[in-house]
């Protein structure tokens, strides 16, 4: 059984481009979160998904970021208008029941 | 979720135990104690969970004080590979929502 799979672990963008980032859930798992870890700092919640809900988003910033966990294939986490304050390690995890299993983040840099 | 309380840092020599403390003092009937550990800008990993009963398993030991105001996160024999961020998290265990509210957790460094 393979773990949560993440992709691409390094992605680098310019200012003002869209960065895409893919987690693929453990199988059998249907809930997805979605971290975020600035550089020297700890993990912050951002958004919690199961198949095509958002359940709960209070950790989003409220513009250019949104997620999806759509009914077939991994989810994403979309950055739009990507800024050098978005550079930032993104960490999923997928959970069947009462722990979470971390993916080993999408590390991006936006120059 | 309860608020927990974590020493910053720690020191282990390799091969001894790594006792890592945690108080959670307003923490509720219905909420479990979680540990998770990040080893150097990888994911964070699942160490241990417990309600009130110590626990164990291959990783390492809980032991959660009577009154649960506290708890030690036990690995018994540290190696270097050991060394990381390990965070203790108080939450409610619903079934599927594991929603986790990191703190700045403890750096063990074990060293030779």
């Known amino acids: 059984n393979a773990g949560v799979m993440q992709n691409p672990r390094h992605l680098v963008r310019r200012r003002g481009q869209e960065a895409r980032l893919r987690c693929s859930p453990m199988k059998g798992h249907s809930h997805v979160y979605w971290y975020r870890q600035l550089p020297e700092e700890g993990l912050k919640f951002m958004v919690y998904?199961?198949?095509?809900?958002?359940?709960?988003e209070s950790g989003m910033p409220k513009e250019r970021f949104s997620a999806e966990f759509p009914k077939e294939g991994p989810s994403i986490l979309r950055i739009q208008q990507v800024v050098r304050g978005d550079s930032a390690a993104y960490f999923c995890?997928?959970?069947?029941?009462?722990?979470?299993?971390f993916g080993q983040g999408t590390r991006l840099t936006v120059v | 979720d309860a608020k927990t309380t974590q020493p910053p840092s720690m020191d282990c020599a390799e091969g001894r135990a790594a006792n890592l403390p945690c108080n959670h003092s307003t923490i509720s009937g219905n909420e479990y104690v979680y540990w998770y550990r990040q080893i150097h800008s990888q994911g964070p990993q699942y160490i241990i969970h417990g309600l009130k009963n110590n626990e164990t398993n291959e990783m390492a030991s809980l032991i959660i004080t009577e009154d649960r105001k506290s708890s030690t996160l036990i690995l018994p024999h540290a190696t270097l590979r050991d060394t990381a961020v390990y965070y203790c998290i108080v939450r409610v265990a619903t079934g599927g929502y594991n929603k986790l509210i990191f703190g700045a957790g403890t750096r063990l460094a074990v060293h030779p």
């Open positions: 998904l199961q198949k095509e809900n958002i359940i709960d």
């Open positions: 995890a997928s959970s069947p029941s009462t722990e979470a299993f």
